[in-house]
């Protein structure tokens, strides 16, 4: 868990990353995680502002750090 300007980032035993807004209390999932087994590769592209991941679960995942977001 960590805090900063009226938002928490909290991280679930699942590897999900929400961000939870003081106010509202709204949540909105950042990042989801290779659940399903392990993490084996992790690339940056910095002229896009992504990052990629793939694991032993038969997936790749993408996430957009400028945004905030994951993309499916």
Do not use: P
Not at 12 to 25: A, Y
């Amino acid at each position: 868990m960590d805090y900063k300007d009226g938002k928490f980032l909290v991280g679930m035993r699942n590897g999900t990353i929400f961000e939870v807004d003081e106010t509202s209390e709204e949540r909105k999932s950042l990042l989801y995680s290779h659940h399903e087994g392990e993490a084996w590769g992790l690339d940056i592209d910095n002229e896009n502002k992504q990052i990629f991941t793939c694991g032993d679960d038969n997936k790749v995942m993408m996430f957009n750090y400028e945004k905030r977001e994951f993309v499916t």
